[in-house]
């Protein structure tokens, strides 16, 4: 009897649900130490439904593909180089716990570290590339005593059971300083926020987990397939970004090229407007992860960019906070910058106050029910607690799974849940009643036919933010074209409230 008490008053402190309102899928989070090669899917009532032990250790990420597989990084054995989350290594693993493919990034000159992001089946990963003193000075850094090493970006596509690179991206290329004319890079740094100044992060070390020459310290990494943009986040730059994906590699080294006609300049930046020279708020006080695009898909505040504010009140209290890039929907592709004068919003657009805390690592979403799932680290004394809070900010959900870096929560009706569970949940697997839609001209300069949806659905037209447009379903056409130019969302709802989208591309200057 004392052990069965003991046992059952384990299961309430580990694990609490607190309504019957919560979000119904699965978080998929890796296991903390001693269960560093493990992943764990639990249920929405905190069941363990499937566990992954895999040959080696994940060093910060795990991700459910659609077809029932997890992608991790991995930490590699003969790693050269040592900081903070470091990795060195990317797996692919089936349900069984094989290895499909695995691919090592790691020597004396980089290695992997952190985030990871999906881009269709390959796998962007962060990393660290080693520069020399001499080229430090060469490229205008003020004072190099040691090596330091910049951030750079490789897409991994699989190749049998290993991978190539096919995309890749550098700090390196697009930088700026004003502190010796007789060296490269200089020029005035307020005249070109799309630049990051050389000179403008002074931490020392690697932060947390060793010292290092890791001076950037970009932890986090999300991928926008509408846009063909890539966000990520600097902790030690208090501040996030947004670069070109549509470039080639050539492209993505350079100013020009790709869907923005920048190459692989900055696109955009926000929280410290001072690492450019501009006047304005500190929004990122301190750290910050997990930088993503909330799911355009009806849900609240679809096309905004959310980050996990580390210390956004003070150094014991997070936030998660939410904002929305001025979006130039002339090109559909950059964004609106006033000349002397940051990038806006000048502060978040909304902002959840954590009631569990951590000043480092950490993540969070706002999920398809509309409620922000919040998983806090329990690294660097963290809550190390996962939970959501619904529209009241009440606490609906708690579960304590040992505070990972990093934890996702999937839908039901995702297709890798359904495909790894076989659809445990019962969902729809038709959500458009068998009815094949299809939409023409797509891309369109306005007027788009569409066929097989009938005028009394329930839909809806958004646009990249979020926002519902006024135009109607008439005669099986919609018309768009007193609409900018940019990406629309047809958002379908069936009768048993199943939403599915249709991507639609406005574009009135190529026809």
Known sequence: ??????????????????????????????????????????????????????????????????????????????????????????????????????????????????????????????????????????????????????????????????????WEWHIWDHLIQDYDPSKNNYGVIANHPELIDINMITASGGGPGGSSGDWFHVNGIDYNEDLDQIAFSSRHASEVYIIDHSTTTAEAASNS??????????????????????NGSQVIPGAVHDIRWIENDGRPYGGYLQIFNNRGISNNQSTVDAFLPPLDLTNGYTYQINPGQAYGPSSYDTRYTCQYSSPGQSASNRMSNGNIFVNTSSGQGGAGIMYEVDANDSIIWQYDGGGPPKAFRYECEYPGIISLLNNPCSVDLNPIENIEISIFPNPSNGIFAVDGLTENKDIKILNIFGQIIPVELKDSKIDLSNQPNGIYILNIKNSNGTISNKKMILNKNEF
């Open 257 to 278: 090229g790709g869907n923005s006609g920048m190459g692989g300049d900055i696109l955009y930046r926000w929280g410290n407007p001072s690492n450019y020279g501009m």
């Open 1 to 166: 009897m004392k052990k069965t008490l003991l046992f059952s008053l384990i299961v309430f402190i580990q694990f609490s649900i607190l309504s019957q309102s919560s979000f119904n899928g699965y978080a998929l989070y890796n296991g903390k130490n001693p269960n560093q090669n493990t992943a764990y899917l639990i249920d929405k009532d905190g069941t363990i439904a499937k566990t992954w032990n895999c040959s080696v250790a994940c060093n910060y990420t795990v991700l459910l593909k659609e077809n029932g597989n997890i992608v991790r990084g991995g930490k590699y054995a003969q790693n050269a180089l040592n900081g903070a989350a470091i990795g060195g290594m990317v797996q692919e693993i089936d349900p069984s716990g094989n290895v499909v493919w695995e691919y090592i990034y790691s020597n004396a000159n980089h290695c992997s570290h952190h985030d990871i992001t999906l881009v269709g089946d390959n796998v962007m990963l962060i990393a660290w590339e080693v520069k020399s003193t001499n080229e430090l000075t060469q490229a205008g850094y003020d004072g190099a005593s040691s090596d330091k090493w910049p951030t750079h970006f490789v897409e991994i596509a699989q190749n049998g059971t290993g991978g190539q690179i096919v």
